[in-house]
Every structure is written in C-alpha cells, then in structure tokens.
C-alpha cells in the first residue's frame, strides 16, 4: 500500500513538475551511489592503509552531476518515444524488436558517449582541478569507462525501453545507476588521487 501510495505522488509529481522530480530523483539515487561507493572503499581499504572516511563533498557533487543531467535524459527519452515508437500503432499487441534496437543502439552510440563527457568534465570543474588535470581525466578515464558502459548498460535500457512507461525510466535507469555511479566514482576517486600525488611529487621537486 505504502509502495502504491508513493507511486502515485511521484507520477502526480511528475506530471505537474517533470523536470523537478527528475532532478531531485536523479540527483537522490546519484548521491547514494557514491555513498555505496565510499562505503566499500572505507571496508575494502588494507589494514596498513589509512581509512578515508566519508567526503560530503564528494557526495554533494554527484547530487549536482545527477540533478542537472536527469531532466536532459528525461527528454532524451521522451525523444527515443517519438522517434522510435515500440508500436505502429497503439492498439498493437507485439512491440517491434527492430524499433527497440534503435532505441538502445541510439543511447548507446550517441548519449552514452555525451554523458561521459558531461561525467568527467562536470567532475573537473567542481573539484577545481586545472585544464591540463581535466585533459587527462578525459585520456585515463573515458575509453575505459566507456568500454565498461556497452558492456553493461545494453541489456538494461533494453528492459528499460520495453517494460518501463516512461515516467519510470528515469528513475529507473538511476536505480540500475547506484551500480554504475559506485563504478564511476572509484574511478574518478583513483584518477584523483594519482592526481594529486603527481601534484605533491611536483611540489617536493620545486
């Protein structure tokens, strides 16, 4: 009961304010991802290493990444509907699997790559790292993390696209992100710490 009752305040919600309650969604489920992710890293650190504790900062930004790009997907998504529609018509039964591949063909070769780009330079920016620092965010981070996504992401936006209206896919794409966002927040933490023990070696040479 108290699952359907949430459900229908967030389709009221999304309705009468959707690109609102995409921001606050995206930008909830995107902060618990990295909250995952500094968790396992505070529980997986060796017993000579120091633990990192929690950086509300470094939270509070991937709020922000996740507040400002999920409106955008929301009207990506509402571009693949109109676009590619499942359905000749919407009195036809059987969904057209080719029309499907093209959604998740689309997200794939042409958001996914943008998204990264928007991830990693976002990150940069708020971490007030330099251009050059951000340069090679891009040269360390992108390929991989890229790589990564086809590898995973394929098989969820297609489930996503079939069975989810699309009020829900945004926040279930977000959902299936907590994964995705432990994964990129890792990294990015790792490139930020090769980062700045380049910067500290520099500074002792100096």
Same mark, same amino acid.
């Given at each position: 009961?108290?699952?359907?009752?949430?459900?229908?305040?967030?389709?009221?919600?999304?309705?009468?304010? %959707?690109?609102?309650?995409?921001?606050?969604? !995206?930008?909830?489920?995107?902060? $618990? =991802? /990295? @909250?995952?992710?500094?968790?396992?890293?505070?529980?997986?650190?060796?017993?000579?290493?120091?633990? %990192? !504790?929690?950086? %509300?900062?470094?939270?509070?930004?991937?709020?922000?990444? =996740? *507040? #400002?790009? *999920? %409106?955008? $997907? =929301?009207?990506?998504?509402?571009?693949?509907?109109?676009?590619?529609?499942?359905?000749?018509? +919407?009195?036809?039964?059987?969904?057209?699997?080719?029309?499907?591949?093209?959604?998740?063909?689309? /997200?794939?070769?042409?958001?996914?790559?943008? !998204?990264?780009?928007?991830?990693? =330079? *976002?990150? !940069?920016?708020?971490?007030?790292?330099?251009?050059?620092?951000?340069?090679?965010?891009? +040269? /360390?981070?992108?390929?991989?993390?890229?790589?990564?996504?086809?590898?995973?992401?394929? @098989?969820?936006?297609?489930?996503?696209?079939?069975?989810?209206?699309?009020?829900?896919?945004?926040?279930?794409?977000?959902?299936? #992100?907590?994964?995705? +966002?432990?994964?990129? *927040?890792?990294?990015?933490?790792?490139? /930020?710490?090769?980062?700045?023990?380049?910067?500290?070696?520099?500074? +002792?040479?100096?």
């Amino acid at each position: 009961m108290a699952t359907l009752t949430i459900a229908r305040a967030y389709q009221h919600a999304f309705h009468t304010h %959707p690109n609102y309650t995409l921001a606050v969604t !995206g930008g909830t489920l995107n902060a $618990l =991802g /990295d @909250i995952v992710a500094q968790i396992s890293q505070n529980v997986l650190v060796k017993d000579h290493e120091p633990r %990192p !504790g929690w950086d %509300p900062v470094r939270t509070l930004r991937f709020f922000c990444l =996740g *507040s #400002g790009m *999920s %409106p955008l $997907l =929301g009207r990506w998504n509402l571009f693949l509907e109109r676009r590619f529609p499942l359905r000749a018509w +919407t009195s036809q039964p059987r969904v057209c699997f080719r029309a499907l591949s093209k959604r998740v063909a689309a /997200d794939q070769l042409i958001m996914a790559p943008i !998204g990264l780009v928007m991830f990693i =330079g *976002s990150m !940069g920016v708020m971490e007030r790292r330099s251009l050059k620092q951000i340069h090679e965010k891009y +040269t /360390d981070m992108f390929a991989p993390a890229l790589l990564t996504n086809w590898k995973v992401w394929p @098989i969820a936006q297609m489930i996503n696209f079939r069975y989810m209206p699309l009020p829900y896919r945004i926040p279930f794409q977000s959902a299936c #992100g907590v994964f995705w +966002t432990l994964y990129l *927040s890792i990294l990015n933490a790792r490139e /930020d710490e090769r980062q700045d023990r380049e910067a500290a070696l520099q500074g +002792t040479v100096r």
